[in-house]
Structure formats: structure tokens, C-alpha cells
């Protein structure tokens, strides 16, 4: 049997034009791109290509965009920049962040004494936005408010410009961890509120490794790394070339298709929705999934039985590749804390499907089929 893919907002299969446009970087042109020569030089204009490309994709200025290592570097970095160069002494965010937020969040709180507040859930997993703004209404000192554009887990997604227009209305810095909609969703970055975003390419079938982190122009931060003047003395360290190149150009392709691939993935989230409720029986889904919510993802709780609580090693030896949680924490298997936080239903066991352009009904009818036998 083939493997069947369905864990595609941990990681994506690399796009073969993708590395077609790396692979010159990785052979011909080394050259280092802080070298004065020629040969140095051809590599830096390669890199200030791709990003005069991703910020006309995002609508921003070229200045505004930085490359990084991925998405949890650049919330690191703006995370930090907001209570060490901002000033802020107290900061909001969501018991369901990813962990490169929630983890930088509660080490700022140890070491630097700064405050934390977590936002109330809606039953549905949403955040609630009226909480957001008493939170703010309450506090004396600057905020930074950091909430994630799009729910890894559950796909639940943030009304990006009413929560920037809140902070701006209590002057509080806006970072969100746009890591599930960069590359899935146009952006407009000139008339959006918000002074941080991040990207990783490999969300979009681009390379693993290299991300973005926006920073509007508006905004004066310190380095995060020290050690050199690349990044326009943003980011030491030698810039990761091919990735670079292979980020624009996921972006790129990503943009161009956005229509028709949104709504062929779309599709196959909803046909999956569908034939589970038809064939499995007592099985619910966390979130929004039909509102507000990722096309990519789908957040499945399948009644608890003793076959269901082996459930991601049944499909895995089955070869089909879901999760029950977000990849990076997949190792320690102490479940989802998003989940723990809105439904926490010992009944249930959560498990994530998401999709890529690769996906094919085909497979939801071969999963679907397995599942039957595994619940």
C-alpha cells in the first residue's frame, strides 16, 4: 500500500519547480553573498530578488521583510524585540498558540518579570475578542498582544484586521504567528494592522528551514542574532541561499494557483468531513471547521475506545501519516494542549487530517475505509 499523506500542517512535500529554482544555488552559483566579487554578488542579488518577490506578494515594502531560519525564529525574535526594544511590560496571547510562542511567552514572564494575560476561548475554539479588548482597557503599561492568524491544530482563524484595529485603538504592539496562512491566503500587509507576521516555507511546499518575519517600517527592533551585518543587520550568520530562493518561489507558485487550489483542497476537506459522518458513528469535529476556519486542516474526535486510543499507531502502521497535535511536539506524546484547552473530553481521542494540493478523494475513501475497522 502507498503512504497516505494527511499531515500537511506539519510539513509539505517539496514542489519539483520549487527545487528546480534552488538547484542552481546549490551547485553553480555558492558564491557567499557578503563577498565583494562577482561571484558574491550574484548570490545577494538572488536573495534581494526573492525579497522584492515576497514583498509584493504580501504587500509590503522590501525593507519590511526578513529572512529567517522559520516560523519560530521570527516569533522569537519579535516576541522578544517587543518587551526588550518596545517596551512592553505586559503581554496577551491564547492558551492555543504554538509553542514558539507560548514557551518565549512564559520564559519573558520568568526572566524579565514581564506580565501575561491569556485571552478567553468562545466554545468554538474563536477568541474572544470583546476579552481582548477589556484585557487591554485594564492595563496601565504597553501591551503586546500576540495571537495566531490561523490555529495549527484545529484551523480556527483570527479576524486579523478587528483584532489589529483593537490594539491600535489601546496602542499596543500586534504580533501574529501567520505560519498556517502565509502561502495558503493573499495578504496585504500596507492596510493590515499589524506590526509582526511570520512565514515558513515548508508549510507551502517550499524548503524546511528558512521563513520570514515582517516588521513594519513603523517599527525599530534589535538584532536577535549577533555576530555579522547580513539581514541588513538584522539576522547574523550566512544567509540560507537556496532556501531563500526556494521561499519565493513556493510563494510565488502558491500565489498563482491560490484559486484553484484553495478550492480543490477545500473540497477535499469537506468531502472528508462528509464521509465520516456517514460511516463512522459518535464522530465530532473541533473547532469551526465550516466557518472561519483553514481549508487545509480538519480536526476529527473519534469516540474513545480501547481500539481508538492506539488510533495514530493503527493508521501509521497503516501507513497513513496524521497527527494529534502539532509536529513539533509530537515526540513527547503528552497530547494536544489546544484541545485540552477548549474541549477536554476524556471520552474522545482528537486526530488531525490535513491536506495539500497532492491529496485526492481517492485516499479520504482509503482512509476512511481503515478507520472504519480501527474505531
Same mark, same amino acid.
Given at each position: 500500500m502507498n503512504r497516505i499523506y494527511f499531515d500537511n500542517a506539519a510539513t509539505t512535500q517539496l514542489d519539483a519547480e520549487v527545487l528546480e529554482a534552488m538547484m542552481p544555488y546549490l551547485t553553480t552559483h555558492f558564491g557567499n553573498p557578503s563577498s565583494i566579487y562577482s561571484y558574491g554578488r550574484e548570490s545577494r542579488l538572488a536573495i534581494e530578488n526573492a525579497r522584492k518577490t515576497v514583498a509584493k506578494i504580501l504587500n509590503a515594502h522590501p525593507a519590511e521583510i526578513f529572512f529567517t531560519s522559520g516560523?519560530?525564529?521570527?516569533?522569537?525574535?519579535?516576541?522578544?524585540?517587543?518587551?526588550?526594544?518596545l517596551g512592553c511590560t505586559h503581554i496577551i496571547t491564547s492558551p492555543i498558540e504554538h509553542h514558539a510562542t507560548l514557551h518565549v511567552v512564559e520564559h519573558l514572564q520568568k526572566s524579565r518579570q514581564v506580565a501575561v494575560s491569556y485571552v478567553q476561548l468562545l466554545a468554538n475554539g474563536h477568541v474572544d475578542l470583546t476579552h481582548l479588548e477589556e484585557?487591554?482597557?485594564?492595563?496601565?503599561?504597553?501591551?503586546?498582544?500576540?495571537?495566531?492568524?490561523?490555529?495549527?491544530?484545529i484551523g480556527n482563524m483570527l479576524d486579523i484586521h478587528a483584532t489589529g484595529n483593537i490594539c491600535r485603538k489601546f496602542a499596543?504592539?500586534?504580533?501574529?504567528?501567520?505560519?498556517?496562512?502565509?502561502?495558503?491566503?493573499?495578504?496585504?500587509?500596507?492596510?493590515?494592522?499589524?506590526?509582526?507576521?511570520?512565514?515558513?516555507?515548508?508549510?507551502?511546499? @517550499?524548503?524546511?528551514?528558512?521563513?520570514? !518575519?515582517? +516588521?513594519?517600517?513603523?517599527?525599530?527592533? %534589535?538584532?536577535?542574532?549577533?555576530?555579522? $551585518?547580513q539581514e541588513r543587520n538584522m539576522r547574523a550568520g550566512t544567509e540560507n541561499l537556496y532556501g531563500?530562493?526556494?521561499?519565493?518561489?513556493?510563494?510565488?507558485?502558491?500565489?498563482?494557483?491560490?484559486?484553484?487550489?484553495?478550492?480543490?483542497?477545500?473540497?477535499?476537506?469537506?468531502?472528508?468531513?462528509?464521509?465520516?459522518?456517514?460511516?463512522?458513528?459518535?464522530?465530532?469535529f473541533?473547532?469551526?471547521?465550516? @466557518?472561519?476556519?483553514?481549508?487545509?486542516? !480538519?480536526? +476529527?474526535?473519534?469516540?474513545?475506545?480501547? %481500539?481508538?486510543?492506539?488510533?495514530?499507531? $493503527?493508521?501509521?502502521?497503516?501507513?497513513?501519516?496524521?497527527?494529534?497535535?502539532?509536529?513539533?511536539?509530537?515526540?513527547?506524546?503528552?497530547?494536544?494542549?489546544?484541545?485540552?484547552?477548549?474541549?477536554?473530553?476524556?471520552?474522545k481521542v482528537a486526530v488531525r487530517f490535513s491536506f495539500s494540493k497532492y491529496n485526492t478523494r481517492e485516499e479520504v475513501d482509503a482512509v476512511v475505509e481503515k478507520l472504519k475497522e480501527l474505531v
Amino acid at each position: 500500500m502507498n503512504r497516505i499523506y494527511f499531515d500537511n500542517a506539519a510539513t509539505t512535500q517539496l514542489d519539483a519547480e520549487v527545487l528546480e529554482a534552488m538547484m542552481p544555488y546549490l551547485t553553480t552559483h555558492f558564491g557567499n553573498p557578503s563577498s565583494i566579487y562577482s561571484y558574491g554578488r550574484e548570490s545577494r542579488l538572488a536573495i534581494e530578488n526573492a525579497r522584492k518577490t515576497v514583498a509584493k506578494i504580501l504587500n509590503a515594502h522590501p525593507a519590511e521583510i526578513f529572512f529567517t531560519s522559520g516560523g519560530t525564529e521570527s516569533s522569537n525574535t519579535a516576541i522578544t524585540a517587543a518587551v526588550t526594544d518596545l517596551g512592553c511590560t505586559h503581554i496577551i496571547t491564547s492558551p492555543i498558540e504554538h509553542h514558539a510562542t507560548l514557551h518565549v511567552v512564559e520564559h519573558l514572564q520568568k526572566s524579565r518579570q514581564v506580565a501575561v494575560s491569556y485571552v478567553q476561548l468562545l466554545a468554538n475554539g474563536h477568541v474572544d475578542l470583546t476579552h481582548l479588548e477589556e484585557l487591554l482597557a485594564a492595563n496601565n503599561g504597553k501591551s503586546l498582544v500576540t495571537l495566531m492568524h490561523a490555529n495549527n491544530e484545529i484551523g480556527n482563524m483570527l479576524d486579523i484586521h478587528a483584532t489589529g484595529n483593537i490594539c491600535r485603538k489601546f496602542a499596543a504592539v500586534f504580533h501574529s504567528d501567520t505560519v498556517q496562512t502565509v502561502g495558503h491566503f493573499p495578504f496585504d500587509l500596507r492596510n493590515t494592522p499589524v506590526d509582526f507576521i511570520t512565514g515558513a516555507g515548508h508549510k507551502f511546499h @517550499g524548503p524546511k528551514g528558512v521563513g520570514i !518575519l515582517y +516588521v513594519n517600517e513603523n517599527i525599530k527592533i %534589535k538584532p536577535f542574532v549577533q555576530g555579522g $551585518s547580513q539581514e541588513r543587520n538584522m539576522r547574523a550568520g550566512t544567509e540560507n541561499l537556496y532556501g531563500i530562493v526556494g521561499f519565493a518561489k513556493a510563494l510565488q507558485l502558491a500565489t498563482d494557483n491560490y484559486e484553484t487550489q484553495s478550492g480543490y483542497i477545500k473540497d477535499i476537506k469537506l468531502y472528508m468531513m462528509q464521509q465520516l459522518q456517514l460511516h463512522i458513528p459518535g464522530v465530532s469535529f473541533n473547532g469551526d471547521p465550516l @466557518g472561519k476556519s483553514l481549508y487545509t486542516v !480538519l480536526n +476529527v474526535s473519534f469516540p474513545k475506545t480501547d %481500539k481508538s486510543e492506539m488510533l495514530l499507531f $493503527s493508521l501509521d502502521i497503516n501507513h497513513i501519516c496524521a497527527s494529534g497535535g502539532s509536529a513539533c511536539t509530537s515526540g513527547a506524546d503528552a497530547g494536544s494542549h489546544v484541545i485540552r484547552a477548549i474541549y477536554n473530553d476524556p471520552d474522545k481521542v482528537a486526530v488531525r487530517f490535513s491536506f495539500s494540493k497532492y491529496n485526492t478523494r481517492e485516499e479520504v475513501d482509503a482512509v476512511v475505509e481503515k478507520l472504519k475497522e480501527l474505531v
